[in-house]
């Protein structure tokens, strides 16, 4: 993809073996720190030609939870365009014949 993106991304990491309720309710909240598992999936998603450039992200939202028992550890993306909708020429034409908005040919 190119242009502006917006990049959702949910990380799944492995339970640890002894996990006491409150720590399962708190989440990772300890390493790997989130900044870096963005980082490096980004840098993955352009490799893999998922996208153009990293540089195209714009927005981000992520968020780093324990794996379900019935889960994989991993991530799961969510990658859409920033780029607004065209023009769907709503909003009339002008006397000579093109959208008000857009000034396409109506
Ligand atoms: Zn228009």
Redesign the pocket.
């Known amino acids: 993809m190119d242009g502006p993106l917006s990049l959702t991304v949910n990380f799944w990491l492995p339970r640890p073996a002894s996990l006491t309720k409150k720590r399962i309710a708190d989440g990772p909240c300890r390493k790997p720190d989130i900044d870096k598992l963005i980082r490096s999936s980004c840098d993955a998603l352009t490799t893999a030609g998922a996208i153009a450039d990293d540089a195209r992200i714009v927005r981000i939202v992520a968020s780093k939870r324990y794996v379900l028992p019935t889960g994989h550890v991993g991530a799961d993306f969510a990658i859409e365009s920033m780029r607004p909708a065209p023009?769907p020429?709503a909003s009339g034409a002008t006397e000579a014949g093109n959208?008000a908005?857009?000034g396409?040919k109506?």
């Open positions: 023009c020429h959208c908005r857009c396409a109506a």
